[in-house]
């Protein structure tokens, strides 16, 4: 599978750990998460909830200028193994291109090991965190296609997708 190369770094790093370790290090990018910007900060609302995740669970994107990808995430700390994910999504995906985002697998925490390590539940978590997050680009690519012409003569760089 074609990955951006951060993420393809991560996955990398991931698969040189023994499995004890993987679990570890999940939880090493749950520190990851960088916060939010003021705008979203205390602004729940602002932002689409994953209702898959056990935990509440919030993100945001916006697709700016270039196509590129910035990702936001709102996880309680006390979530430790969904918000490590929301790191590794966070570091593998931001800056990235809308169509390299939309181009990773589902279930690329696999490749990761993470289906080794973290329960049913919790992957079920993760993989609608994903699905969430692409949609949220997709529609926002969409939509700036549709209305490109009007959103150039307007100045418009990025949009966001609201929950």
């Known amino acids: 599978m074609a990955l951006p190369d951060q993420l393809q770094a991560i996955i990398?790093?991931?698969?040189?750990?023994?499995?004890?370790?993987?679990?570890?290090?999940?939880?090493?990018y749950s520190r990851r998460v960088p916060p939010?910007?003021?705008?979203?900060?205390?602004?729940?609302?602002?932002?689409?909830?994953?209702?898959?995740?056990q935990t509440p669970f919030f993100l945001a994107t916006e697709v700016g200028d270039g196509d590129r990808v910035t990702i936001h995430f709102d996880a309680p700390p006390?979530?430790?193994?969904?918000?490590?994910?929301?790191?590794?999504?966070?570091?593998?995906?931001?800056?990235?291109?809308?169509?390299?985002?939309?181009?990773?697998?589902?279930?690329?925490?696999?490749?990761?090991?993470?289906?080794?390590v973290v329960s049913p539940l919790r992957l079920r978590g993760i993989s609608a965190i994903l699905g969430r997050l692409k949609r949220q680009v997709e529609v926002q690519v969409d939509a700036r296609s549709r209305s490109g012409s009007n959103l150039r003569r307007s100045g418009c760089a990025s949009w966001q997708t609201m929950g």
């Open 36 to 53: 939010l910007p003021a705008r979203l900060a205390g602004h729940r609302e602002a932002m689409e909830r994953v209702p898959e995740c």
């Open 12 to 28: 990398d790093e991931f698969a040189g750990l023994p499995p004890e370790l993987r679990l570890e290090a999940l939880l090493d």
């Open 78 to 116: 006390e979530a430790p193994t969904t918000r490590g994910f929301a790191g590794i999504v966070s570091e593998g995906l931001n800056g990235a291109t809308a169509a390299d985002v939309l181009a990773v697998p589902n279930g690329f925490y696999t490749a990761l090991g993470l289906d080794r």
